[in-house]
């Protein structure tokens, strides 16, 4: 899978969520928690909390 494609897909998988759950301070977390469970092909590899940061950027680009 391109990297394009992985984050087409959670993207589309954030959006899917409903909206008082998406928010920009606790939902990334619970999200990363999810895809963790469910998706765990969606993160990158890493240390530390590298692909939770790689996660957040995909979903709000470098507003965090």
């Not at 990334?28 to 999810?34: A, D, I, T, V």
């Not at 765990?40 to 965090?64: E, S, W």
């Amino acid at each position: 899978m391109t990297d394009a494609d992985r984050r087409a897909q959670l993207l589309e998988l954030w959006l899917a969520l409903p909206e008082n759950e998406r928010t920009y301070e606790t939902g990334p977390l619970n999200f990363y928690q999810w895809v963790q469970d469910n998706r765990p092909d969606l993160l990158v590899d890493g240390t530390g909390d590298y692909a939770y940061q790689v996660l957040r950027n995909d979903l709000f680009g470098n507003a965090n």
